[in-house]
């Protein structure tokens, strides 16, 4: 069985098949044209080109920047604005004459590590995306949790918990709230903490390298987001308990905070201590577009 997964960047549309096994039998990738219209006519293209190349037809899911709303079918949230209040998964569905299945990219990551990742066999895995944003998404047996109203896993735009004193009600955020993790716990926000103690803009892994040097600004900025990030994940364990985190993004490549998380969490988790597991995505930027797939059986 094919099962082809489509993940819908906010600068890129990819295409995969997968085999039965989970092997790639194809990958394409256009630019996201910035255009509503033009994003259906490129998915199509994109689908009829990587089943050619996989030898048959497959079952068709979508991971997408934002979520649909249960009530009225509508785009939401989504980076690529053009998305938002239009029927995305209804028109899909018509331009391509098939059905589609349609998730959240956060959700898509935590299925697909959950699946034949970094969570397999796990009974719960809670996706902790922290790149230029900050996203979430669970999976419990196999199953992604989108919640009554498809916002199960949203955690970029809960408020830091724990703030200390110098932290509240920390910065404004883009969704019109005060100190929600997306600005906080980002790469983004790594940069912004830095720039505010050394006056400097650098990059995210400039800033990492500053720290294993031994730069002063450098390690208190790395300090204060493993710090903050670590509180963030104390309260998932305090209400969800996963078996695993599972980190996507560019700063899950940072080593060093997989050693540092445990022992922050355990300090603001209700018992004193989270005996789960936090690992790194196995399948690394090729997550969201396998979860994709996955979203039918296999």
């Not at 394409?28 to 293209?45: F, K, Q, S, T, W």
């Not at 790149?131 to 809960?158: C, K, P, Q, S, Y």
């Not at 300090?223 to 994940?233: E, F, K, P």
Request: charged letters at 20%; a neutral charge; hydrophobic letters at 45%.
């Amino acid at each position: 069985m094919i099962q082809i997964g489509i993940d819908f960047g906010g600068t890129k549309i990819e295409a995969a098949a997968l085999a039965s096994d989970g092997q790639f039998l194809a990958r394409l990738r256009v630019p996201n044209p910035g255009n509503y219209e033009h994003a259906i006519r490129d998915i199509r293209d994109l689908i009829a080109r990587a089943e050619s190349k996989a030898g048959g037809v497959g079952t068709i899911g979508v991971g997408t920047p934002g979520s649909t709303n249960p009530r009225d079918g509508r785009m939401r949230n989504a980076n690529a604005t053009f998305l938002n209040g239009r029927t995305f998964h209804a028109d899909l569905a018509a331009a391509l004459g098939r059905d589609v299945r349609m998730a959240n990219d956060a959700n898509c990551l935590a299925l697909s590590e959950a699946v034949d990742g970094a969570a397999a066999g796990a009974c719960s895995a809670f996706a902790v995306i922290v790149g230029t944003g900050v996203g979430g998404g669970l999976v419990v047996d196999g199953r992604i949790v989108e919640g009554a109203n498809g916002m199960g896993g949203e955690w970029g735009h809960v408020p830091l918990p724990w703030m200390t004193g110098a932290e509240y009600p920390g910065p404004a955020c883009w969704c019109g709230q005060h100190g929600c993790l997306d600005m906080l716990v980002s790469g983004t926000g790594l940069q912004k903490d830095f720039a505010a103690r050394s006056g400097e803009a650098v990059t995210g892994p400039a800033i990492v390298a500053a720290a294993r040097a031994g730069a002063r600004h450098a390690v208190a900025a790395l300090n204060a987001y493993v710090d903050r990030l670590g509180r963030a994940m104390a309260m998932i364990a305090n209400i969800v308990d996963p078996d695993v985190f599972v980190l996507g993004g560019g700063m899950s490549n940072v080593a060093e905070i997989y050693d540092a998380l445990p022992g922050v969490i355990d300090r603001y988790s209700f018992g004193g201590r989270w005996e789960g597991r936090i690992v790194a995505a196995r399948w690394g930027d090729s997550s969201g577009v396998r979860g994709a797939a996955r979203l039918w059986p296999g």
